[in-house]
């Protein structure tokens, strides 16, 4: 089948886009508001762009509490979600009226950064501590701003579970990292298998 996107006519009960871009890493997204309210929730728009610096960036699909923390304070923290804390993280995508906390929510614990102010989950394998480099609303051909806002930062700090290293790597077979199908489907990075690169 080909459809056009601009139409958007591909006859399925739901459009296919998401479930062909995926799996999506989850991220597991902290801020605290200036007022000291504590905000958790997850985004499958979300990866790591670059190693040098370290830059990972979430999209969220209109202004939602955590662009406008971010925006204030300029720090966010994103948590591992991995397939153990499933039920959690589903849990945080709950549309909370703001200042309401979705780690209380959930029965998550949180965590203060080091570096930074924002809170990360206790109970997480791991969690990356961010400053904001970006945050602005990509255009689509028509130069018109997508309703999507998109948030760059640096890492500035990694908290990492002592449990969740083997061998000297952190491993996924252990931790399983939990990732977004396309419509209500999720799957867990736990099967793991090793390629080396080829050499010429």
Known sequence: M??????NRHGLPHDPF????????????????????HNLAPYSFF???????????????????SVRNIEETGEFTASFASRNLSAAVNLTSVAAPHGESEFEI??????????????FVGEAFAALECRVTEIFRPNG???????????FGEVVGIHIRDEAIRDG?????????????GYMDYCDGGDVFEMVRPKR
């Open 141 to 151: 051909l028509d130069g018109v701003a997508s309703e999507n806002y998109v948030v």
């Open 18 to 37: 998401k479930a062909i871009v995926s799996p999506r890493p989850i991220g597991w997204i902290g801020t605290r508001a200036t007022g000291g309210s």
């Open 47 to 65: 990866n790591a762009i670059s190693d040098r610096p370290k830059l990972v960036m979430f999209s969220s699909s209109t202004y939602k509490d």
């Open 106 to 119: 959930a029965g998550l614990t949180p965590v203060e950064g080091t570096l930074v102010k924002a809170p």
């Open 169 to 181: 790597r952190f491993d996924a077979a252990t931790v399983r990292p939990l990732a977004r199908l």
């Open 2 to 7: 080909f459809y056009d996107t601009a139409a």
